[in-house]
């Protein structure tokens, strides 16, 4: 695998959107995840927060911590749920949100490459509302490839998601996308850190998103 050729190509990724965002075509945002994960035998727990930013990085978007767990039935399948208590900020206001998500995870590996392919039903819930917020629900759908070699600790990754809105007549059902492109750095076997360009697009956001995520396994 030449790292070289996909460090180039992230790169390029990266250049294209920033383009995009000085032709006034999209905003762009900053996306930080925490999370502390502890594995129980087939089960993994875990707290998670993340941070989120608009309007060219300016303003907050969103806070968020939450609760997950995932539980390995076979070790191609898994399955999980998660809860995440979101504060919104809006113009002058913020607003606080519940949101519950239960998701299925197939996943499977050729040579060095491991593929995955999450479903996830998800539901927000606003308890109060300045903007006549409704509950929303979501079905999203996300394809992993990542690429990985015992020597390296790099593991290049591009992710395809699309969302779908449910459960409201006369809204179109399209949320929209994300593209992702970039790369975990796993300095130890307990840490690992991604870090990534994300293209969204869609009647939820369009964005141009850099990313980091980072996940410690205790």
Request: glycine share 8%; with cysteine.
């Amino acid at each position: 695998m030449n790292f070289r050729k996909i460090f180039v190509f992230i790169v390029l990724f990266c250049a294209s959107g920033m383009t995009k965002i000085l032709a006034g075509d999209k905003d762009f945002g900053v996306w930080l995840d925490l999370a502390a994960t502890k594995k129980i035998r087939s089960a993994t727990l875990g707290l998670v927060s993340e941070i989120l930013t608009r309007e060219n990085s300016n303003t907050l978007n969103r806070i968020s911590i939450g609760l997950k767990g995932d539980y390995s039935f076979l070790p191609w399948l898994s399955a999980g749920a998660g809860y995440n208590l979101i504060n919104f900020y809006r113009t002058g206001y913020q607003e606080l949100a519940d949101r519950f998500y239960f998701q299925v995870v197939p996943s499977w590996r050729y040579s060095n490459f491991y593929f995955s392919f999450r479903e996830r039903l998800q539901v927000t819930m606003f308890p109060e509302t300045r903007t006549n917020a409704q509950n929303s629900f979501y079905w999203r759908n996300r394809f992993e490839i990542s690429y990985k070699e015992n020597s390296c600790k790099f593991e290049p990754v591009m992710d395809l998601e699309s969302l779908y809105h449910l459960g409201e007549s006369g809204h179109n059902p399209n949320a929209g996308y994300r593209i992702i492109v970039g790369t975990n750095y796993c300095p130890s076997k307990n840490q690992k850190i991604k870090i990534y360009g994300m293209l969204t697009d869609g009647t939820i956001v369009s964005q141009y998103i850099f990313g980091v995520s980072c996940e410690f396994k205790l």
